[in-house]
C-alpha cells in the first residue's frame, strides 16, 4: 500500500515570495492534516481536514498561509508572503477518520523549507 | 491544556545496550491516546505505537517495549539491545477524545544515537 506522498521534497525561496506544496494521502483515509516541524521541535498542527471541511485551522498562520483539499483527496498549503520564520519542514499526515482522539495518523516524508 | 514532555534531548549508547526513552505527558481529559513515533534522517515520522487511556498493560514488540504508568502520567519506551539501525529522534505524542479533530500533541523529541 502507498503511503503519504509529498512534493517537492525540497525547497529554498527568497522572503516574501510564495511557495506551495502538495500531499496525496493514503487511499481511503478521510481526514488530512498538516503539520510544521521547526528545527529541534517536535510537530505542531496547522490545519486538518476532514474529507473537503475543514475541522481545526485555530493554529494556522492565517494572514499567510492557506491550504485547500478539493475534492476531498489531495491537498495544498500555501505561503504567501514567506517569512524567514516560516523555514521549517512541512509534513503532511492522513488518517481513516475516526473522531475524538483514536486515529492513527501516518506521515508522508516532509517538505523541507528553506527561507533565505 | 495537553502537553508532553521529553527530558532528555539527547541519548547515546553503545550497540547492545539497553535505553530507555522518558515520557511525561498532562491532560484533563479522562480518555486520551498515546503514541510513539520514530523520525529517520529521512525525516519520516514512523508509527511505533498507539496506547488508549483506559488500559495500561505494557506491551513488547520485539526489541522494543513500552510501560504506561498512568499514576505518574508516563509512557516510557524501552529499546533492548540496541542497533544502530535505531539511532533516530523518538517523539511521544498524546491525543484527546474530547477535542472534536485528532490533533497530536507532541513533545520536543529525543535524539537517540546508537555507537558501533
Known amino acids: 500500500e502507498a503511503g503519504v506522498a509529498q512534493s517537492p521534497r525540497y525547497k529554498i525561496i527568497e522572503k516574501r515570495q510564495s511557495v506551495a506544496f502538495w500531499c496525496n494521502p493514503i487511499?481511503?483515509?478521510?481526514?488530512l492534516y498538516w503539520y510544521q516541524q521547526i528545527l529541534g521541535q517536535g510537530p505542531k498542527l496547522l490545519i486538518q481536514?476532514?474529507?473537503?471541511?475543514?475541522?481545526?485551522d485555530s493554529q494556522l498562520p492565517k494572514d499567510r498561509f492557506s491550504a485547500e483539499r478539493l475534492k476531498g483527496v489531495d491537498s495544498t498549503l500555501k505561503i504567501q508572503p514567506a517569512k524567514l520564520e516560516d523555514s521549517a519542514v512541512y509534513l503532511c499526515a492522513s488518517s481513516l477518520g475516526a473522531f475524538g482522539g483514536t486515529d492513527t495518523q501516518y506521515f508522508g516524508p516532509g517538505t523541507r523549507l528553506t527561507v533565505l | 491544556a495537553q502537553k508532553v514532555t521529553q527530558a532528555q534531548t539527547e541519548i547515546s549508547v553503545v550497540e547492545k545496550e539497553d535505553v530507555t526513552l522518558d515520557c511525561v505527558y498532562e491532560t484533563r481529559d479522562t480518555t486520551y491516546y498515546l503514541f510513539w513515533y520514530k523520525q529517520p534522517p529521512s525525516g519520516e515520522l514512523v508509527f511505533l505505537i498507539r496506547r488508549n487511556s483506559f488500559d495500561e498493560q505494557n506491551e513488547i514488540s520485539g526489541r522494543y517495549s513500552w510501560n504506561f504508568q498512568k499514576s505518574t502520567s508516563s509512557f516510557n519506551f524501552t529499546i533492548t539491545a540496541s542497533q544502530v539501525v535505531d539511532s533516530a529522534v523518538y517523539f511521544c505524542a498524546l491525543s484527546e477524545r474530547e477535542y472534536a479533530g485528532n490533533m497530536l500533541t507532541f513533545g520536543g523529541g529525543t535524539r537517540l544515537m546508537v555507537k558501533p
Open positions: 487511499s481511503g483515509h478521510a481526514t
Open positions: 481536514f476532514q474529507n473537503n471541511g475543514v475541522v481545526d
